[in-house]
Antibody, heavy 125, light 108 residues
Framework: EVQLVESGGGLVQPGGSLQLSCAAS????????IHWVRQASGKGLEWVGH??????????SYAASVKGRFTISRDDSKNTAYLQMNSLKTEDTALYYC????????????????WGQGTLVTVSS | SSEVTQDPAVSVALGQTVRITCQGD??????VSWYQQKPGQAPVLVIY???NRPSGIPDRFSGSSSGNTASLTITGAQAEDEADYYC???????????FGGGTKLTVL
């Protein structure tokens, strides 16, 4: 059974840092592109960024709203992805999901087939 | 602001057909995927690619696209289909992903 489990959320002051983890199981993690998506309370989904697999040189891409502040990494030996969040702002307050790109959806198709349950990040003084 | 836009809310009578749309210039080049999200739950993929349904998604869900508009159609809407629906695709640069703002579907 495919599972993605996020952890590491919590309360942090503006300007602070936090690292989220996404522990994966039930599939070949090293072959997968892992994304982070966030959702502020009562709001829509916002793509945060992703890291591709080793065969794709672990390439990363980030939304403009987090570029330069957030960093995605992964440890394939631990089947875990990370989201390092620095210089946090109140507007970063959200539920953060990790999700996996559907492998069979390539090229002009992009989809996320499995999602974790999310970890809540609250940025407040 | 999002590069793909959705109507904020749509309603449908029980058993009737409803279409939820997603518009954006990037949709001329890339397929959209659709997600259903119920309160307190993670999103669930319901349609991807040209018109593909993951295992377990009822066949009353279908997708289509024309020009800069993609549509999710629910034929014979059920009470359990009441949820928020989001579209997702690449942005115009192709380097990033974007979600539409979401459509709240009410089944009357």
């Amino acid at each position: 059974e495919v599972q993605l489990v996020e952890s590491g959320g919590g309360l942090v002051q503006p300007g602070g840092s936090l690292q989220l983890s996404c522990a994966a199981s039930g599939f070949t993690f090293s072959d997968s592109s892992i994304h982070w998506v966030r959702q502020a309370s009562g709001k829509g989904l916002e793509w945060v960024g992703h890291m591709r697999s080793k065969v794709n040189n672990y390439a990363t891409s980030y939304a403009a709203s987090v570029k330069g502040r957030f960093t995605i990494s992964r440890d394939d030996s631990k089947n875990t992805a990370y989201l390092q969040m620095n210089s946090l702002k109140t507007e970063d307050t959200a539920l953060y999901y990790c999700t996996r790109r559907l492998v069979s959806c390539g090229g002009d198709c992009y989809a996320f087939d499995y999602w974790g349950q999310g970890t809540l990040v609250t940025v407040s003084s | 602001s999002s590069e793909v836009t959705q109507d904020p809310a749509v309603s449908v009578a029980l058993g009737q057909t409803v279409r939820i749309t997603c518009q954006g210039d990037s949709l001329r080049s890339y397929y959209v995927s659709w997600y259903q999200q119920k309160p307190g739950q993670a999103p669930v993929l319901v349609i991807y690619g040209k018109n593909n349904r993951p295992s377990g998604i009822p066949d009353r869900f279908s997708g289509s696209s024309s020009g800069n508009t993609a549509s999710l159609t629910i034929t014979g809407a059920q009470a359990e289909d009441e949820a928020d629906y989001y579209c997702n695709s690449r942005d115009s640069s192709g380097n990033h992903l974007v979600f539409g703002g979401g459509t709240k579907l009410t089944v009357l």
